[in-house]
Structure formats: structure tokens, C-alpha cells
């Protein structure tokens, strides 16, 4: 079944690709929720001293101005990335500590203690046309699907190939086309290999198996009780991927599917989709007394609405639609999006994580990749849902191919046929990381009760506490951690400046902006691709 995988690696193992595999290039985004000391959503603005959160290469804030982003730059491997990210958290502590009452960086994807919609600010970029731009866009995804459903985190991991891996594995592969175009084509492969087996990413990382019971704010629910105040499901790896969590689940309705067959019909499916007109969002208005409401009435509103488990993306310059990039220069990087914030690491993600997924990629590319027909799409939303609600069930099956297969089997199968990938990233590495990252994760698809949702579940039990109590309690055992670490003066000079910079390119663009809004709206939607 993985014959090709095999053949295409031992190929590049004699065309020098043990050099080329390790010239990959790493990034990782985490999100998290800031949070008072006892727990609630920070009502807090995003604190000054950490920059302009507009501009900042590095920090940032997502649906929220209490969901804080921390965004690594491309790293040459995959320690330099958690150091950074290290690095970043550091810093942020540093700043609630002297800013903010003891605010907390909540340690898991799943919020707590929401108080209703109106408890969730949205995030506020400032005065400037591309400020006010996303802050418009959010309140769009507050109107259409709630607020509460914005404010779920996760961990998000960049991976792109080095520039000189592509000429070698084209010639490989004997074909004479384009560049540009051979390489979109191998990350729309490697995107769609990702989505027929990225029901593994949340039942070996997925974090979330228990909720509060104030996220669902008192709306019926197929979840079961733990406790006084949180749902869960026994079997469950992450109800953040499941349909609870921040997915299009009215896709039928709205009539939004995006194609992966190529970069073509990718970029072709979003635009359709910003283009075409809904009914209930053509209610909801746009510019109401003056007033944005959204940025359009369409399907989407932007590409990034659209919500996918691995985007592929391309740098944008000022003003340029990311379609309109993907279409000018094709697939840069891809970025995977399922991956829950790991509790019982306070940097939200480990080394042993980032390995495996980074082998798991490079499968995903090798493995040969059909296009997806209609009824393997059903198969792939199938697994995705089954795994996020009974992963560790022993019992669950998964659709492949028109068979029925077991999670443990199909699991077993992939990380076995990873094993050569392994040992090949291994090379220059002491200790084998990457082969010892792949045995981590073989114990768990053996051992279900290794996996992080059910130590999560194990843990509550034990201490008779439900899902907020073992959140809070590892927020603050994070707090500590970062509070320990010894202090940097040139890193924190470094943050320092980073900081000022930003808040003067805000104040730029600021300055800049004298054109209307609705005029700017207008032009941006308007101009070619």
C-alpha cells in the first residue's frame, strides 16, 4: 500500500536527498486565551508594552483582544522554532506580570467561564483601513457563527521544503513543466494525502475531550456530564475538531467546498465562494448607519474564513488577496491547523510533536495522492469527526477505500511505513530524535490511555476536578515555569525595540489612511488577480 512512498524516498536517498530533507524550513503559531487569575476571559485591553498587535512580526492576537498569537519566523529546524517560541511566552509573562493583575496564558485550546457573547471583545487593530479591516472581518465571524466559537486555540505548524529540494524531486519524478507549477502540484498532493490521514494528528495530540459546560451556554448536547460543570466523552481526542468546535459545519447549507485537485480549482472554489451572495448574511447587512457590520454578504468573507484542517499559503505583499498570491507564485509553504495546545507543555507544543509531524508531512508528500471523489470526501469528514469524538474507542472503524478499518490498524500501518522516512531526518542528529519521536507515538496508537486526552481524563478523575480546575491549575504550573526561566537582557531589549517599531508602523499607516473605508473595502475586493 505505501510501495510508491518507499520507492520515491529511496530514490532521493541516492540523489543526495538526506541533504535536502534536512534544509526544511519550521515555523510554529499558538494561540492562547489571556485570562484572569481566577480563571475568566481578561476584559483587559491587549497590553501596549507587548506592540502594535496590527504589525508585530511575533505577537499578535486572533478573534480576540484576550486571544493572544505568538508566530515564530521560519526556522532552520525545529529547536530554533521552540526557542523562539520560548523566548516569545518569556517576554509576554514578563509584560502581564508588570501590566495586568497576574493575568494567565490559558493552557488549552478549550476556553472556560464565558460569560455569554458580549464577554468576548473583539480584537482592535486601530484606526488605519487595514486596522479597521480586520477588526470588521471579526465581528462578520461573531454575527455569522458566535462569538464563543472564535475563542477555541490551537497550535498551527509551518513546514515548507527547502528551494533546492524541488529541482532534484522534479527530476525525479521526470517532469518537465513548470517549476512554480510542479511544486503547487506536489503541496496540493501532500495536502490531500494530509486530509485522508489527518485523523491521526488528534488522536495522537488531540487535548480537548472535556469542555466546560458554559462554553455550550446552555444549548442541547449529545456529550455527556463529567461533573458539575464540564461535558465530555469518554472516547473523545479533541471535541475542538469535532462538531462542537470552529468548523464549516453549514457547508451544505451555505454551499461552501473547497476543491484540493490543484492550485486551479483551490483558488477557483474560495473566489466563487467570496463572490457568491447568501441569503442570511445578506440580512445581517454590511454597512448599517454607517456601521460595518462584515466585510461583504458573500459565503466568505475572506479566504481565511474558510475553515480547513492545512491551508496552503504563499507570502502576500501590501494589498494583495492571498489567492491573488497563490496564483502569482504558487505554493510556498503549508500550514496544518489541527493540532490542539498541549497542556502538559507550557510552551502549548513539544519537540517529540513537531518531529513526528514534520516526518509525517514528508510521508504525506512521497505517498502517491489521487485526486478526491466525492465519495472519499464523505470518508475523510467521517474519520475526521468519528476520530475527534471516539478516537480511542477500541471498537471505532474507519471508512477507507469502501472498507471498514480499524483506527489502531490504519495507524499501526502509516507510522510503520514512516519508519525509513525517520531514519533518514535522523542523519546529523544525535540520540535518533525523529526515530524516537515515531516509537513515542507507536506506544500511544498500542496504548490508548498514553494519549494526552486521556491522561487529561485520567488526571481529573483522580483529583476530582472537572475541565476548568485542571486547565487553571496547569495555566498557573505555566506561569511558574516562565516566571523561573533566567532573564535575558538583550532578548528583552530585543522584544523592547520590536515593540516600538510596531507601534510606529501602526502610527504610519495611520497616517496613511485618509482614503474612506467603504472606499478601501471597495478597491481591495475590486482589484485583479
Not at 480563571?39 to 508585530?56: C, W, Y
Request: one cysteine or more.
Amino acid at each position: 500500500m505505501y510501495r510508491i512512498a518507499e520507492q520515491r524516498l529511496s530514490k532521493l536517498l541516492n540523489h543526495g536527498g538526506k541533504r535536502l530533507l534536512a534544509q526544511s524550513r519550521i515555523g510554529v503559531e499558538k494561540e492562547s486565551l489571556r485570562v484572569s487569575p481566577e480563571g475568566s476571559l481578561a476584559q483587559t485591553p491587549h497590553p501596549h508594552a507587548l506592540g502594535s498587535p496590527l504589525t508585530h512580526p511575533y505577537i499578535t492576537t486572533d478573534y480576540s483582544e484576550a486571544m493572544m498569537e505568538f508566530v515564530t519566523p521560519p526556522c532552520d529546524g525545529i529547536p530554533p522554532a521552540l526557542d523562539f517560541l520560548r523566548d516569545t511566552q518569556q517576554f509576554v509573562y514578563g509584560v502581564l506580570d508588570a501590566e495586568t493583575d497576574n493575568e494567565l496564558l490559558w493552557a488549552t485550546s478549550m476556553p472556560c467561564v464565558v460569560a455569554g457573547e458580549t464577554s468576548i471583545p473583539i480584537a482592535q487593530y486601530g484606526s488605519s483601513n487595514p486596522g479597521i479591516m480586520k477588526t470588521v472581518y471579526r465581528r462578520g465571524l461573531g454575527l455569522r457563527y458566535g462569538r464563543v466559537m472564535q475563542v477555541i486555540a490551537g497550535v498551527h505548524f509551518n513546514y515548507s521544503f527547502a528551494d533546492d529540494f524541488w529541482p532534484a524531486y522534479q527530476y525525479l519524478e521526470q517532469d518537465r513543466g513548470a517549476a512554480k507549477d510542479f511544486v503547487s502540484a506536489q503541496y496540493f498532493a501532500l495536502i490531500r494525502n494530509l486530509q485522508r490521514f489527518g485523523w491521526l494528528v488528534p488522536y495522537l495530540f488531540g487535548a480537548s475531550p472535556a469542555v466546560c459546560k458554559s462554553f455550550l451556554g446552555g444549548k442541547p448536547t449529545q456529550l455527556d456530564t463529567f461533573n458539575e460543570n464540564t461535558y465530555y466523552q469518554e472516547y473523545a481526542t479533541s471535541l475542538r475538531m469535532g462538531d462542537i468546535g470552529y468548523q464549516n459545519n453549514k457547508e451544505a447549507e451555505v454551499g461552501v467546498k473547497a476543491s484540493y485537485d490543484s492550485l486551479t480549482s483551490y483558488t477557483a472554489s474560495l473566489e466563487q465562494a467570496m463572490e457568491t451572495p447568501h441569503p442570511d448574511y445578506e440580512k445581517l447587512g454590511v454597512e448599517v448607519d454607517g456601521y460595518f457590520q462584515q466585510l461583504n454578504p458573500n459565503r466568505l468573507q475572506i479566504e481565511n474564513e474558510y475553515y480547513s484542517t492545512i491551508r496552503p499559503k504563499q507570502l502576500t505583499d501590501v494589498f494583495e488577496k492571498p489567492i491573488h498570491a497563490l496564483r502569482r507564485r504558487g505554493v510556498q509553504y503549508v500550514e496544518l491547523r489541527s493540532i490542539d495546545v498541549n497542556a502538559y507543555d507550557p510552551l502549548g507544543i513539544n519537540e517529540y510533536q513537531l518531529r513526528f509531524l514534520e516526518a509525517f508531512l514528508v510521508f504525506c508528500l512521497l505517498h502517491e495522492s489521487p485526486l478526491i471523489d466525492a465519495r472519499e470526501r464523505k470518508d475523510i469528514d467521517h474519520n475526521e469527526l468519528a476520530t475527534a469524538h471516539r478516537g480511542r474507542d477500541p471498537r471505532l472503524m474507519l471508512h477507507r477505500q469502501g472498507k471498514k478499518v480499524r483506527l489502531r490498524e490504519w495507524a499501526a500501518e502509516i507510522l510503520e511505513a514512516m519508519r525509513g522516512i525517520c531514519e533518514v531526518l535522523d542523519e546529523g542528529h544525535t540520540n535518533a530524535p525523529y526515530s524516537k519521536a515515531l516509537a513515542r507515538q507507536a506506544d500511544k496508537v498500542q496504548d490508548p490511555d498514553r494519549t494526552p486526552s486521556a491522561r487529561m481524563l485520567a488526571e481529573m478523575r483522580a483529583n476530582g476536578e472537572g475541565f476548568f480546575h485542571f486547565a487553571l491549575r496547569m495555566s498557573q504550573q505555566h506561569q511558574h515555569y516562565f516566571r523561573a526561566l533566567p532573564e535575558d537582557p538583550q532578548l528583552q531589549a530585543r522584544f523592547v525595540q520590536l515593540a516600538e517599531e510596531s507601534w510606529a508602523r501602526q502610527r504610519a499607516l495611520e497616517a496613511e489612511s485618509t482614503e474612506p473605508f467603504a472606499s478601501y473595502l471597495q478597491r481591495y475586493f475590486a482589484q485583479a488577480g
